[in-house]
Structures are given as C-alpha cells and as structure tokens.
C-alpha cells in the first residue's frame, strides 16, 4: 500500500501548515515535514481499526450465540419453542437484538471519528497545485535526462539510451499502477496527451493481474479508457491530399518508440526485394534493407498496431495486414514509382489469401536532413520526412480497382539515415471498417 511516489505526493493526503496554500512541491522541507504528518494519520487510523474490531467482535459473539441455539436445542426432537422461556427469547431476539444489530450506528460513529479528525487537519492540507507539481516534477526528470518511463515506475533511473542505472538510491521503491494513473490524469488534464499515453500505458501494465484497493483513485478499466483517448487526440491529422486520400498524423510514435524499433529490426535487416512476376527478387530501382517485425515478438509492435487501428478503424491483425516492415536506405537509398497494391492477379501479395492491400501506413522513424520525401506521381505532390509522423493513403478504391493516383516514389536520400516502418493492410474484414474509419474520396 505504501510506496515511494504515495511518499512524495502525500501532499495532498497529509496535514501541513496553514501556509502551504498549494506549494508543498516547491520545497523538499515541506514534503520531509509530511511524514510526520502521515504519522499523525495512522494514529487516527489505528484508532479506527480497534474500534472497527471491537464492532466485529461483538457481531461475531452475536452470531456464535445464534448459530449455538440452532445447533443445540433447535435440533432437539422436542419441540423447543414448547419452552415459554425459549419462545420469549426467539420473539425477543427478533425483534430487537436483530434490529439492534442490523441498524446498528456504530459504524456510522466510528467512521465519522475518523472523518473529523481527518477533517480537523483538512484546511491545511496540501491543494491540488501540488499534486500536479508533484508529478510535473517527474514528467521533468523524465525529459530532462530522457528517462525510462517503465525504469523509473520500478525505481531505477535509467536513460533511453543506457539501460544501466546513472543513480541507484539507498532505498529503493517502486510506483504502483494507481501512481502512474494519477501522474497521467494529471498530464491528460492539462491535455498533454505525450506524458499522458506514456504513464497511462504504464498503469496498465501494472493493474492487470492485481486486486483493485479502495485506497486507489483509479482502475484498469479508467486507465484504459483515458489511455485510447489520450492515443486519439494527440495525434494531429493533416489532410494532404484528397485526390488520392492521403493523411499525416503528426506524433504518431515516441522517440523512445522509434529507437526501439530501429533496434529490433537492426538483426534481421536484409536488401528489400520488390514483386517479380509470382516471386520476390533484389532490385536496383529499391536500395534499402528491410526486416519484419512480429506484435507475438515486440511489445512496441503490439502498441503500434493498436494505435493504427485507433485512428483507421482498420483491422491490423494478421493474416488481414502484414507483419511491420522497417526499411533502412543506402547511399543515395531510394525506392523508383511503384504501386503499393498488387496489379497482377499472380501477383505474391495474394498468398495470404485475403485480397490486395487496400491501404499503406508509412511511419517515419528517424529525421532526415535532405532529401527521402515520398512524392506522388501522378497527382503531383510530396511529402517529405517528418520524423515519428505517420503517412496514410488508400491503395484501392471502394470499388476494389486500384487507384492509379497512388503511384509513389521514394526520392533519394541527399543527406541523413532514413529509416520508415511500412504496414500494409489488405481488403478482408475491412468492408464495414472502411466505411466507419477514415473518409476516403467517395
């Protein structure tokens, strides 16, 4: 129940002096002087508790009795209400030790004890300004020094780029699931939707598998809901083009995202192939080397999927799109204009038998300082590299033909290491989808 992070936000659950007016934050003396603070709070408590037991106990010497009668003299072969005594005593126990104890107030007094002694401390303690400096403070250090968001939940301060620790603590302790819900409530309130995906996802890691605790402000189904909405809305949607559709959702992945993502595909890079008749071959018109990449094998690929399918509508799952593809250009890396679709009916696209690819979602994974833009060829426009943005276009119309304005070439790469991640989506299952996701041309 007790952890490093319910520490370092007791400020808005701890007595402080009058003068804090919502700047506990501000001073690590005031957040040492709530430990005393908290202390008070768990002699309030403890005093409950007895009081609490004390109750049970008199309920439980009640029951014992009761369920002793009908054990006893109740199963004699007699008939034990022939006894006036007896009798006396059923008609009394019903009608007031049983009223009595139903609608017993002590409860009720027990807890209003606590309450008023809680409410006794409550014009000094800590405003909701703190709670929001409190995790502002570790969304700081996050960026600051380009924190693991899932190392610091367990403790530990690790870079993005160094998994080994650049500072262990003496005492160590770890965040729980409702800790990070409430550092990305606060983000999500304040509308920052990038700190807010991130601790949200982490609540929900950590929710799942674990009992809810009335002391929690949060659930898993919370943390979910805030999670998918906090996915939708920072991801800005501009419309490039109509003629043929194509979309740039802004922000799409993390840096931390992109890197990961880099780093698993890096073992399995191969020179890309493009479509030969009914096979796949190497071709001087595509320089590059790609890799696939599984959502069984990658947490960050499950996350990536989930997030296309937020924002198209379109089921992203194999065998109804393919596994993610990351790219890596060359020396002057580029790919000549091709058709992302099929044009042939032997076409190698068809073998997982569930039709042509209806849409492409390209995601840019690093900045490139010249050069790499995507240009369409026919419907004359480009679009050039920005970093963790994702491209959208349909490939076909509704009609199932494939749309000719689709036509697209990977310029060459002048200055920079292009790496993008291709998902291609085919037409089975995404009928109705299409219809209800993003609004094509007709």
Known sequence: MCSCFTLFIVLYLLNMPDESFGEMFTS???????VSAERKLIDHLIIYIEHEAQRLEDIKRF??????????IYNEPSDPIANPIAAFKLVKRLKSEWLNVVHSTEAEENIKVLREDYRRMESSLPKLEDLRGAAHGLMR????????VESLVRGHFQQISDPVDFYKLS????????????VGKVAYDLEDYYHSVLWFEEAVRLFRGTEWSPENEG??????????????????????????????????VTQAEAKNIRKYAMP???????????????????ISK??????SAHEVVGKLDQRITLVTGLNVQPPYAEYLQVVNYGIGGHYEPHFDHATSDSSPLYRLKTGNR???????????????????????????????????????????????DTLHAGCPVIVGNKWVANKWVHEYEQEFRRRCSLNPEE
């Not at 690590?28 to 002087?33: D, G």
């Not at 250090?141 to 924190?147: A, E, G, K, S, T």
């Not at 005492?171 to 409430?182: P, T, W």
Request: aromatic residues 12%; charged residues 15%; contains cysteine.
């Open 268 to 286: 399995g890079l191969r020179r890309s192939v493009v479509a030969s008749g009914m096979n796949q071959a190497t071709a001087e018109y595509r």
């Open 28 to 34: 690590m003396l005031s957040v040492n002087q709530a």
């Open 141 to 148: 250090l996050q960026d600051v020094y380009n924190l693991h």
């Open 219 to 252: 659930t898993l189904e919370d943390a979910l809901d805030h999670l998918a909405f906090s996915h939708f809305k920072p991801i800005r949607r501009e419309i490039i083009s109509l003629q043929p559709y194509v979309v740039l959702f802004h922000g799409f």
């Open 171 to 182: 005492v160590s302790d770890m965040l729980s699931g409702d800790d990070c819900f409430l």
């Open 290 to 295: 790609s890799a696939w990449l599984k959502e």
């Open 358 to 404: 209806v849409a492409t979602i390209m995601i840019y994974l690093s900045p490139v300082q010249a050069g790499g833009s995507t240009a369409f060829i026919y419907a004359n426009f480009s679009v050039p590299v920005v970093q963790n943005a994702a491209l959208f276009w349909w490939n076909l119309h509704k009609n199932g033909q494939g749309n000719v």
């Open 63 to 72: 029951f014992s009795r009761v369920t002793s009668l009908h054990d006893g």
